[in-house]
Each structure stands twice: as structure tokens, then as C-alpha cells.
């Protein structure tokens, strides 16, 4: 069993930045594949960014790509999501998802349900 606790949320204007953090449980987290995603009152959980176990491959979202960056610490079981140039269309609550069988060559982490395990969420809002 794997846990996940997401810290970072907060209020920021547009323009700002924020980088959210996601503290895994487990002495696995190494080789776990881990993403990002975010929802938005009304509105489907969508991928955000994915990152392979050794940090090598990284996958973002065309929404974010560019303005946030996603990295690990294995030796932390941390993973990191930098947020930068922040719109108030990023106004979501963000989750931190993890998956220790993950193939993500076919693609399948942009979907919530492919991924096994989630953190609770943390808010954050952009104003304009």
C-alpha cells in the first residue's frame, strides 16, 4: 500500500509561481512511475504531468507544457511540480497519483483510472 500527501497549494496571481510536493510512503517509491493531475469545480480530473521512476522520461499535458516542470527525489520519495507563469485557468485542486506497473510508452497515464494510487489533493488558485 502506498500513500501519497501533496503539500504546496496555496493563492498566487496570475504570472506567479508555485511548486507543489508530493511525499510518497513505501521503500518502493524508486520504482514507481508518478503524475500529476488537477479538476476544476465542474469539471473531469485531468492529466497534468508524468514522470518515470528514474526521472529520465517526463510527459506534460500541451495546456502546461512549458510553464511547469515535474522532477523526483528518490532519495526524498518526493515528487516535485514546478509551477510557473500561472493563469487563472490552472485553478484546480491538484493530486499527486502513483502506479508501480505503468507502461507510460502506451500513453495510458493521461487516464485518472490507470492510475492505482492517489493523495488527497491540495487547492490552488490563480487570481486574475
Known amino acids: 500500500q502506498v500513500q501519497l500527501v501533496e503539500s504546496g497549494g496555496g493563492l498566487v496571481q496570475a504570472g506567479g509561481s508555485l511548486r507543489l510536493s508530493c511525499q510518497a510512503s513505501?521503500?518502493?517509491?524508486?520504482?514507481?512511475?508518478m503524475g500529476w493531475f488537477r479538476q476544476a469545480p465542474g469539471k473531469e480530473r485531468e492529466f497534468v504531468a508524468a514522470i518515470s521512476w528514474s526521472g529520465g522520461s517526463t510527459y506534460y499535458a500541451d495546456s502546461v507544457k512549458g510553464r511547469f516542470t515535474i522532477s523526483r527525489d528518490n532519495a526524498k520519495n518526493t515528487v516535485y511540480l514546478q509551477m510557473n507563469t500561472l493563469k487563472p485557468e490552472d485553478t484546480a485542486v491538484y493530486y499527486c497519483?502513483?502506479?508501480?506497473?505503468?507502461?507510460?510508452?502506451?500513453?495510458?497515464?493521461?487516464?485518472?483510472?490507470?492510475?492505482?494510487?492517489w493523495g488527497q489533493g491540495t487547492q490552488v488558485t490563480v487570481s486574475s
Open positions: 497519483a502513483t502506479d508501480d506497473d505503468m507502461p507510460l510508452y502506451s500513453g495510458n497515464y493521461i487516464y485518472p483510472h490507470a492510475w492505482d494510487y
Open positions: 513505501g521503500d518502493t517509491f524508486s520504482t514507481y512511475v
